[in-house]
């Protein structure tokens, strides 16, 4: 990320006509190129009154938006908003235009020869999950509640801007559409690498697409803006707390992975082994379950100690299946659904040959998760002493 914010709001503030209260006051923000901030609170905090500043769909009454450093409220703001992909709940399609027409938009008002907006159109579509041939020359009421929302994400990206302001993107859509549309986005943010400010008044929405979090209380007030692990691990006031509601530990193990945790040996034996063998390893590390492997270490089963004492011929008829097994880049929020699965209450780690490499158990999500609350706790409290 550049060292110079990307989008800079210097102290915004907005009071509309007839009230003395103000929608959003002194608002201090900086937004990082290529990054995904995300304005989350509670409804009326102002979210949606920040985002329309940024491109002026409504006047500041004080304070300044810097864009790569320009003053923009002393430019066109017709032009500005050229600049800006900006992409809403209702979408907002233009229902007497095909889709392509509607993605045209802004590059024709920019200008582009003709040639140049079919082959963006062409590729947005393509980029957007939308196959031209079968797209471009349908009309909105033609699509689906996804469909539509795709196409709105490439009439944001018309004329390839820099910056997207997305509004409640997704918060019309059934929730598994909603969950695939979130993916799709994540997965074009990787190639495209815009700057984004996303409003949505979804905790878990903004903890799955923000590089960044600001929640917002009254008039845009910051009650907290950090990466959304360490929110999770770290609520700075009891608002944030709240806000985040419970659960929030059991969020944070999705930024933790199973390679932060130290593998330590755990009792297995091949299927060649005698259960005598197994019994001994049980006894020595004070165990009640051990895993079965094959002669290339890959798991098998877990093997109860009560089995092995009744020292049968063969292990086929024994045990339990050891379920999904865990990689090395696998979250520990996966580990833990694993676990509860599991009948040993514990989730089996393999390395990248698949041999058997360890054991998650919840001794070890606690202390991760203490791991991260006190590196979060640290990281306050140096920022505090260099305030």
């Known amino acids: 990320m550049s060292p110079e914010p990307k989008i800079h709001l210097d102290r915004v503030g907005k009071t509309y006509p007839g009230t003395k209260i103000p929608a959003v006051e002194d608002l201090t923000l900086d937004v990082h190129e290529g990054e995904i901030l995300v304005l989350v609170g509670p409804s009326g905090c102002g979210k949606s009154t920040t985002l329309r500043l940024i491109n002026r769909m409504i006047e500041p009454s004080n304070g300044r938006i810097l864009l790569d450093g320009e003053d923009v409220t002393k430019v066109n703001p017709d032009k500005l908003r050229r600049r800006i992909g900006y992409v809403i709940q209702q979408i ?12 045209a938009t802004v590059p024709k008002m920019l200008g582009w020869e003709k040639e140049r907006i079919t082959e963006q159109v062409e590729s947005l579509l393509t980029t957007v999950g939308l196959d ?8 909105p009421k033609e699509l689906s509640g996804g469909q ?28 598994i559409t909603r969950d695939r549309l979130q ?28 590089d960044r979090i600001a929640i917002l209380g009254d008039r845009s007030t910051i009650r907290q803006i950090d990466t959304p692990e360490r929110i999770l691990a770290y ?24 390679s932060s945790l130290k593998q330590t040996d755990y009792p297995s034996i091949s299927d060649a082994d005698p259960c005598a063998t197994g019994v001994a ?18 798991p098998l089963r877990w093997l109860h100690r009560d ?16 379920g999904d097994l865990l990689n090395s880049d ?12 599991s009948a040993a209450g514990q989730s089996v780690v393999v390395d990248k040959h698949g041999a058997f490499a360890g054991v998650v158990e919840m001794s070890h999500l606690n202390k991760a998760i203490r791991r991260a609350q006190y590196e979060a706790r640290l990281h306050y409290e140096e920022m505090e002493a260099n305030a």
Not at 132 to 139: I, L, S, T
Not at 235 to 258: H, M
Not at 308 to 322: F, I, M, N, T
């Open 92 to 103: 907002g399609l233009f229902p007497h235009q095909t889709i392509a027409q509607n993605i």
């Open 132 to 139: 031209p041939d079968q797209y471009r020359d349908r009309f």
């Open 148 to 175: 539509a929302q795709r196409v709105g994400v490439a009439r944001a990206l018309g004329a390839d801007p820099d910056i997207m302001l997305m509004d409640e993107p997704f918060g019309a859509i059934d929730p």
């Open 183 to 210: 993916n799709e986005f994540l997965r074009l943010q990787e190639e495209l690498h815009k700057t984004i400010v996303f409003v949505t008044h979804d905790i878990d929405e903004a903890i799955k697409m923000g």
């Open 235 to 258: 609520p700075v006031d009891d608002f944030v707390d709240d806000f985040i509601g419970t659960g929030s530990t059991i969020k944070g193990l999705n930024f933790l992975k199973v």
């Open 281 to 298: 390893k049980l006894d020595e590390a004070g165990l009640e379950w051990l895993v079965l492997v094959d002669a290339q270490r890959r």
């Open 307 to 322: 089995e092995l004492a009744k020292s049968p011929a063969s292990y086929d008829d024994l045990g339990e299946d050891v």
């Open 330 to 341: 696998d979250s520990l929020f996966h580990a833990l659904e694993l676990m509860v699965q």
